[in-house]
């Protein structure tokens, strides 16, 4: 999971360096996204590429590969993006706050509704710039990669991900 924070974190420094007007690197902005990342992403996709490697049994032994390969790949990109893009939105914003200690001031109900808020403005944009990514990347990854090393080959695409995702969460 320390490997979560630190590809968080340089997805979300390069991110920073291509924003327009660019003067100086905002280290709490990266820690923040970092620990968001790293409480979040990294223990949500350990187990859910446990469920999804687990969809192999769904299927007989003589189910063509590339089926069970397009299964995966389908239920993550429909119910796991969805799910859990809007988890991390809502989860960002609490880690925002606690991190600037606004968390109590502000108050959950209010960071929460906003978090939903969040998900009903930048989910769907959110979700077509996401597809155009992971399908690619997760097929390869359910179909060539070994289970035990899925989330650090995720890992390492998400560099390139929260690139977009550190931006489209600050929007």
């Known amino acids: 999971m320390v490997t979560c924070f630190i590809i968080a974190a340089i997805g979300d420094i390069l991110s920073q360096r291509i924003a327009p007007g660019f003067l100086a690197l905002n280290l709490k902005q990266t820690v923040t996204f970092g620990l968001a990342q790293f409480l979040f992403f990294g223990p949500v996709m350990h187990y859910w590429f446990g469920w999804i490697a687990k969809m192999d049994g769904w299927f007989t032994p003589n189910t063509e590969k590339w089926m069970v390969v397009g299964a995966k790949t ?3 990109q429909t119910v796991g993006t969805v ?8 989860f960002f914003g609490l880690v925002t706050n606690a991190m600037d200690g606004t968390l109590l001031s502000v108050g959950i109900p209010a960071i929460l509704s906003a978090g939903a808020e969040k998900v009903k403005v930048d989910l769907w944009p959110t979700l077509l710039a996401n597809w155009k990514l992971w399908p ?4 390869f990854n359910f179909a060539v990669v070994p289970l035990q090393y899925q989330v650090f080959f995720s890992n390492f695409v998400a560099v390139v991900w929260n690139i977009y995702l550190s931006g ?4």
């Open 83 to 90: 799910a859990i893009l809007s988890g991390f939105f809502v």
């Open 74 to 76: 389908l239920v993550d």
């Open 136 to 139: 690619v990347a997760n097929a």
């Open 168 to 171: 489209a969460v600050r929007a």
